[in-house]
């Protein structure tokens, strides 16, 4: 099992920047991939980036050169730099871990910050 717990979100405004931190806990050695993904309202949940244990990174291209996962030498914390930050990134967004564990693998979600975007 593992435990997510999301952080950093808040009201900003239109062109401001936020930075997310997702922290897990529990068996987080088997820990492959962590991602980021926003829930708009009404609108279906969208990956915005994930970045592996080995480091390797992907973005969604709406947000590609706006945002940057990254994390230190360990598999948590792994944060979200939000840059230039408009309205439709209002949203929660959350902390997914797809784990391998014993030669099963899981996926797990953190209950999500919310990040609104307004002026």
């Known amino acids: 099992q593992v435990q997510l717990v999301e952080s950093g979100g808040g009201l900003v405004q239109p062109g401001g920047s936020l930075r997310l931190s997702c922290t897990a806990s529990?068996?987080?050695?088997?820990?492959?991939?962590v991602g980021w993904y926003r829930q708009a309202p009404g609108k279906q949940r969208e990956l915005v980036a994930t970045?592996?244990?080995?480091?390797?990174?992907t973005y969604a291209e709406s947000m590609k050169g706006r945002v940057a996962i990254s994390r230190g030498e360990t598999r948590s914390p792994v944060f979200l730099q939000m840059n230039s930050l408009k309205p439709e990134d209002t949203g929660v967004y959350l902390c997914?871990?797809?784990?391998?564990?014993?030669?099963?693998?899981?996926?797990?979600w953190g209950q999500g910050t919310q990040v609104t975007v307004s002026s």
């Open positions: 529990g068996r987080v050695f088997s820990i492959y991939t």
């Open positions: 997914n871990a797809e784990t391998q564990d014993m030669g099963e693998m899981d996926t797990f």
């Open positions: 970045i592996t244990s080995g480091g390797t990174t």
